[in-house]
């Protein structure tokens, strides 16, 4: 059974930076790309948010982060990190990590991904 585990969230204040590592594990093979998605309170649906492919070498964003949060791959620890700098109180949200059995870059839709994190909480303070 396949499980990612989060960690990282916190509450900071505008213009801080967080760090959100998430780590896969029981049984995904190497074959597979990652993706962070966050739901903001009163939202019904996730918001993609960024995705690394399984080489850790093509990603793509959602371009309110652009230039402020970089997605990467943390071999060492067979993980998965977003690090978010310049954070907004619009950054507010409950961050999810999905994992998509694919060679190409993951989707962008909650649908594309085969398995889920339980969710990490990021609240910025204005």
């Known amino acids: 059974q396949v499980e990612l585990v989060e960690s990282g969230g916190g509450l900071v204040q505008t213009g801080d930076s967080l760090r959100l590592s998430c780590a896969p594990s029981g049984g995904t093979g190497a074959l597979y790309g990652m993706g962070w998605f966050r739901q903001a309170p009163g939202k019904e649906q996730r918001e993609f948010v960024a995705?690394?492919?399984?080489?850790?070498?093509?990603?793509h964003y959602v371009d309110s982060v652009k230039g402020r949060f970089t997605i990467s791959k943390d071999n060492g620890k067979n993980a998965v990190v977003l690090q978010m700098n310049s954070l907004k109180p619009e950054d507010s949200a409950v961050y999810y990590c999905?994992?998509?059995?694919?060679?190409?870059?993951?989707?962008?839709?909650?649908?594309?991904?085969?398995?889920w994190g339980r969710g990490t909480q990021v609240t910025v303070s204005s």
């Open positions: 999905g994992l998509e059995r694919t060679t190409v870059l993951p989707g962008m839709r909650v649908a594309d991904y085969d398995y």
């Open positions: 995705a690394i492919d399984w080489t850790g070498r093509t990603t």
